[in-house]
């Protein structure tokens, strides 16, 4: 892949320009029928269209033509980091998403409550779903375990899922997980994968049996399965990178992890875009970086619903004046990855980026779409090149070489 990561860190300079990045969440979409118009074309988005015409646009790919990625990596190549060499894992996601405070030498996993049959075996995955509340409950009762040193916190996520997080010396990662994925079978035991691990796998199987007991005989959570151990990845601060202050305005829990884990200050901003949008505002003198992102364009997409999606385009560009009037000198708008209503699902297809600054050396399209995006100035374009672009047109870039 592409790795600016040193290059940026050589390069960066301070400045009191200003920089947003809006991430609509899985934007890229496709057409429902030959001759039909993707979700972002068929949208009235009047305020974006007049960005795109005093701005440059273009097509990014998060991976490489052709890869369809998580949002987890997919962000990542947003904020400049090869998401290849990167990589967060989903334990250390989870907890960083509720706001634990993680640790560097901290191991975490994700939990699922789940039900547990007379003869040992799975009978539910999810314990039902229980509430969040209920989730809750059941982690105040499993407080204050600590294993041959090592202290476990457990502390609830959304509906049957929570994290454990592991603290202790010599702790890694690299351990299988122990949901069978059936119902029907037994949780397996929890084994290391690799030499330095195998004491975590040690002391997670005994924290299981600890979990059982005290979940006795309660139902329909009564044991709890685990997977997607991690340790803290070894990724440099955006403001070491960057030499700039990120700030944070997202809803969904996982985009707030990705943004602490590298150093973003992160804002609760409310439910809505136009929430999102007057947090921006009230915080807009402190930082000189915001993300600002978008996620149910992607959650409409996963569903199909095509309809709704363009409706949050929309959306969006209804509070862009807001935006806009606060003068940033560069404008992103852009999506993670693409998620077309017609796939119900992430995709390979390259993503719309619009730019907009005072120095982006405008091109011709007076629309944002895809098909102005491929004829657009910034051609197609690594999405880890979108930072460096950005700080560029901020003047955050010295040259490279004499
Ligand atoms: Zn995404």
Redesign the pocket.
Known sequence: MFDYIDLMTKLSVANDKKIVLIVM??LGGCELEQGGKTELAAANTPNLDELAKGGVCGLSDPIAPGFTPG?GP?HLSLFGYDPIRYEIGRGILAASGIGFELERTDVAARGNFATIGDGGEVTDRRAGRISTEKNAELCELLGGIEIDGVKIFVKPVKDHRCVAVFRGEGLGGDVADSDPQFVGKKPLKLAARSAGSEKTAEIANKFIEVVFDRLKGLQPANGMLMRGFDGFPSIPKMADVTKMNPGCIAVYPDYKGIARIIGMQVYEAGETVADEVECLKENFADHDFFYLHVKKT?SYGEDGNFDAKVHVIEELDAALPGIVGLKPDVIMVTG??STPALLKS?SWHPVPVLLNSDVCRRDAETRFDELACVSGGLGRVPSVSLMPLMMSNAAKLLKFGA
């Open positions: 969440d899985g949002s997919a992607d993670d990855h992430h």
